[in-house]
Each structure stands twice: as structure tokens, then as C-alpha cells.
């Protein structure tokens, strides 16, 4: 079987050369679903269409999405880290000086008061 799938990329050459336009037959394999997938193809500026040629490419494929979710968790969890220390270490500043200005009311008060 053959089904088309979507590649990110950055270079523009690769961009260029994947949504030329071109039916190759011994890439494309089927021309119906390679136009489909032109056609439909979401953000021809950074991805380009590639077909997955029996099952083989299919599992390698799910293996690279199931790769990259497990980085962007990853990813997610190091900025959720690193989010708790910021909010952790603004809350301490905060608090800090919070109390420097409750002392220096108190104190200034005190010398209103007397």
C-alpha cells in the first residue's frame, strides 16, 4: 500500500524539490494519492508530502511520532521545572520585600505616632 504523509522542514531546498510539483514514479509511486497529498498538503512553506510504501515505512514513521512526543514531553517537563523554580524564587523575592515594606511602615508609624 502507499499513503502520503507530511515532513517538516527548514530547508528550502528540500521544501522546493518536495512540493515542486513533479511526479516522479519511482518516489511517488501512485500519482492520484501523491496529488491528493500535494493538493492538500497543510503549510506548503514548511512541510512537504512523502509517501509510506508498505508497512515497514508505516511502523518507522510511528516510531519517529512516537520519538518526537516523548521529546516534547520531555521538553514540557523541563520548562514545568524550570517554571516552579522561577515562581518559586519570585514568590521568595516577593515575600522578602513584602516584609521589609510591612517593618518599614511599622517603623514609620512609630515615628508618626511619637
Given amino acids: 500500500f502507499v499513503a502520503y504523509t507530511y515532513s517538516l522542514s527548514s530547508d528550502p531546498q528540500r521544501l522546493q524539490q ?14 492520484a494519492k501523491w496529488l491528493q497529498a500535494a493538493q492538500n ?11 509510506l510504501v508498505g508497512l515497514p515505512a508505516l511502523e518507522a514513521r510511528v516510531a519517529m511520532q512516537h ?13 514545568r521545572s524550570g517554571f516552579e ?22 517603623m514609620l508609624s512609630h515615628q508618626l505616632l511619637e
Fill in 67 to 79: 520519538k518526537g512526543v516523548e521529546e516534547c514531553a520531555q521538553a514540557l517537563d523541563e520548562m
Fill in 18 to 31: 518536495g512540493n515542486s510539483g513533479q511526479f516522479v514514479p519511482q518516489f511517488h509511486v501512485d500519482y
Fill in 85 to 106: 523554580n522561577l515562581k518559586n524564587s519570585l514568590e521568595a523575592q516577593s515575600l522578602q520585600k513584602l516584609e521589609e515594606c510591612r517593618k518599614r511602615h511599622q
Fill in 41 to 51: 498538503n497543510p503549510d506548503p512553506s514548511s512541510c512537504y508530502p512523502e509517501p
